[in-house]
T-cell receptor
Framework: AQTVTQSQPEMSVQEAETVTLSCTYDTSENNYYLFWYKQPPSRQMILVIRQEAYKQQNATENRFSVNFQKAAKSFSLKISDSQLGDTAMYFCASPTGANSKLTFGKGITLSVRP | GAGVSQSPRYKVAKRGQDVALRCDPISGHVSLFWYQQALGQGPEFLTYFQNEAQLDKSGLPSDRFFAERPEGSVSTLKIQRTQQEDSAVYLC?????????????FGQGTRLTVV
């Protein structure tokens, strides 16, 4: 079974500040992947960053980085130097099964204040 | 095309009406997924195609939901006798491969409102 949990419904951050979005998961698979997706008001899901479970090094993509704690099954997203364009819903997700269908968390609404 | 295209973007249906939602995936993408996203929630898996073969339809909520991808490219999600609980955003995603690390590209979705 694969579950993804995001317990914070919404967060707010001042422009240029740093914010961390939390995610926990549960899986029975030995090797797996974790993703963070961004969904702006246009509704189009955009991949922000991905992490492979067998890689110990945390993934980084420009202002976005993850804190992957495998033993704790935690996968948080850190956004540095927040920008107004970061305002969106953010979903933590993991592919599961032979088809790699994505299991999503409930999402968190992030608002960046000017 | 440059990305995944879905049409229509908005659809209002009267309860009991049949609807058809279209997805044009990125050319050459083998995998195609349909997801249903209720308001304020994360997307939930409906069905999966690998080329023209529907390999997983475990997420379809009832036999009123039907999906096809006859030539392995364009896909249609059909909902018969729509009900109010079918109101949601329907997202289509495609990916080049089938492995778990393959990035899925999403369309902008179709927002279905059943009145």
């Amino acid at each position: 079974a694969q579950t993804v949990t995001q317990s914070q419904p919404e967060m707010s951050v001042q422009e240029a500040e740093t914010v961390t979005l939390s995610c926990t998961y549960d899986t029975s698979e030995n090797n797996y992947y974790l993703f963070w997706y961004k969904q702006p008001p246009s509704r189009q899901m955009i991949l922000v960053i991905r992490q492979e479970a067998y890689k110990q090094q945390n993934a980084t993509e420009n202002r976005f980085s993850v804190n992957f704690q495998k033993a704790a099954k935690s996968f948080s997203l850190k956004i540095s130097d927040s920008q107004l364009g970061d305002t969106a819903m953010y979903f933590c997700a993991s592919p599961t099964g032979a088809n790699s269908k994505l299991t999503f968390g409930k999402g968190i609404t992030l608002s960046v204040r000017p | 095309g440059a990305g995944v295209s879905q049409s229509p973007r908005y659809k209002v249906a009267k309860r009991g009406q049949d609807v058809a939602l279209r997805c044009d995936p990125i050319s050459g993408h083998v995998s195609l997924f349909w997801y249903q996203q209720a308001l304020g929630q994360g997307p939930e898996f409906l069905t999966y195609f690998q080329n023209e073969a529907q390999l997983d339809k475990s997420g379809l909520p009832s036999d009123r939901f039907f999906a096809e991808r006859p030539e392995g490219s364009v896909s249609t999600l059909k909902i018969q006798r729509t009900q109010q609980e079918d109101s949601a955003v329907y997202l289509c995603a495609s990916s080049f491969g089938v492995r778990g690390n393959t990035e899925a590209f999403f369309g902008q979705g179709t927002r279905l409102t059943v009145v």
